[in-house]
């Protein structure tokens, strides 16, 4: 399976099995067949890094990495904070900009600056505190199969409102933001983009037949008709590296695009698990997340932008995986206080 068939999956992992999982698997190690120790991180379910790189790190420290997967980025949150007197590792990888204050506020991360976060791409930062590191960041925005839109002679959509207008009737299929991390971050681009309109924005959709999918891989894979889909609706909700991913499979060009006035920014952390048993371990795993050979290595295993200034991207994605120029963003403060609330009136004029 290839690394973007595994980008934001939501998938419900029960607490009270994946506690007991790590309980009885930090008891099997106990180290002493392992001087370096092992660190153990909690991440998303599209966490990914190369073999090599992976096993050289364990190799130049001595330690072991253990990871544990547990569903996206918004069940990871939640896990972690119902688990907080029992930490279930020493580091986490995985937190996004839109749950990054939950986390903060629970106190389940400790402080760490690491070294290598001193070149970071601007404006990636949660806060001051350091208790978030930011690893990659990328763009969820709508995608289009341009070649749907050539073949049935009607002008691809260009802005938000274009999708809501009935050319585009039953076309578009994104994902429910109370089970999906880019169906949260899309939902909150639209209340940037429309402020205390939002949800007649998303009734417009409604009316206009917008499909709603549980996660992103059923979005892509299942309802829509471009890259290796084998839907019928040729707009859906995915990433601004996603096209480039279509070329690098074979091709000249992408025969998908993404609409880049649609995008949210959405940025990837890392940190120190409050309560870790193994925290200078944690702090060697996020220094190794930022060194350049795992930066380097993010675009093709992860799909996504690297947060470290300067870092080479592959031919394709310079060419044909541009990020927005002014993205949508909400402050962390705004999303604390009202996530779950949108989410409620999200689904209020969605779904019910």
């Known amino acids: 399976m290839s690394p973007i068939h595994r980008r934001r999956v939501a998938a419900a992992v029960g607490v009270v099995m994946l ?49 544990r997967a547990s569903g996206d980025a918004g069940s990871l949150v939640n896990q972690l904070v119902l688990s907080k007197d029992a930490p279930l590792g020493d580091a986490v990888y995985g937190i996004d900009n839109a749950f990054a204050s939950r986390a903060v506020s629970a106190g389940i991360l400790e402080p760490y600056a690491s070294p290598g976060a001193t070149d970071l791409v601007a404006g990636l930062a949660f806060d001051d505190t350091s208790r978030l590191t930011p690893v990659d960041y990328g763009d969820v925005c709508i995608n289009v199969d341009r070649e749907w839109f050539a073949d049935h002679d009607i002008p691809e959509p260009q802005t938000f409102d274009d999708l809501a207008e009935p050319a585009y009737e039953n076309l578009l299929v994104v994902t429910d933001p109370a089970t999906s991390s880019p169906g949260l971050a899309w939902l909150l681009a639209t209340v940037d983009a429309y402020d205390e309109d939002w949800t007649d924005y998303w009734a417009r959709l409604r009316d206009n037949g917008v499909r709603v999918s549980d996660s992103w891989s059923d979005a892509y894979f299942t309802d829509f008709s471009g890259a290796e889909g084998d839907g019928s609706r040729p ?15 074979g091709g ?4 998908t695009r993404a609409m880049l006035d649609t995008c949210f920014r959405q940025v990837e952390y890392a940190g120190v698990l409050a309560g870790a048993e193994n925290p200078e371990g944690a702090q060697q795993l996020i220094d190794f997340m930022l060194s350049q050979p795992f930066q380097r290595d993010i675009p093709q295993k992860m799909y996504v932008y690297p947060a470290v200034s300067e870092t080479p991207l592959p031919p394709e994605w310079e060419r044909f995986g541009p990020l927005a120029d002014d993205p949508y963003q909400v402050s962390p403060a705004a999303i604390d206080a009202y996530r779950e609330e949108w989410i409620r009136q999200w689904t209020a004029t969605v779904v019910d």
């Open 19 to 67: 506690t007991a999982t790590a309980c009885s698997t930090l008891e099997d190690t106990d180290g002493s067949d392992d001087p370096g120790g092992t660190v153990v991180l909690v991440t998303h379910d599209s966490f990914a890094v190369s073999k090599e790189l992976l096993a050289e790190f364990e190799e130049s420290t001595g330690l072991t990495v253990e990871t």
């Open 235 to 249: 707009l859906v909700l995915s990433y601004a590296s996603s096209p480039p991913y279509t070329v690098a499979r």
């Open 252 to 255: 000249d060009e992408p025969p």
